[in-house]
Nanobody, 126 residues
């Protein structure tokens, strides 16, 4: 069973940067489509950014994070990162890494992802 491990969350100030990491010990993460989702208190879990598997370099970004967040796949380290710049209080939430086997589309649709990590908290203070 694919197990995803997120790390890198924390408490930051508005305008700061954070980089979240997603790893999968024992599995080749490059074979999976990967997504970052977040859930704010009282809100639905939403897609933030997703990336295709293997040589599929397509990416998706939610409108609210375009130009500020970047999803990066590191094949050597078997990891996917979410680089978050110019963080805002509305970026606060639990961030989850999700994976699914080689999705045809990269649209960050939550129900398409079977495997989920436990999440990492990101809190942005104003």
């Amino acid at each position: 069973q694919l197990r995803l491990v997120e790390s890198g969350g924390g408490l930051v100030q508005s305008g700061d940067s954070l980089t979240l990491s997603c790893t999968a010990p024992g599995f080749k993460l490059e074979l999976y489509s990967i997504g970052w989702f977040r859930q704010a208190p009282g809100a639905e879990r939403e897609g933030v950014s997703c990336i295709g598997s293997s040589d599929d370099r397509r990416t998706f970004y939610a409108q609210s994070v375009k130009g500020r967040f970047t999803i990066v796949r590191d094949f050597h380290k078997n990891a996917v990162y979410l680089q978050m710049n110019n963080l805002k209080p509305e970026d606060t939430g639990v961030y989850y890494c999700a994976a699914e086997w080689q999705l045809v589309q990269t649209m960050c649709v939550r129900r398409e992802y079977k495997f989920w990590g436990e999440g990492t908290q990101v809190t942005v203070a104003s």
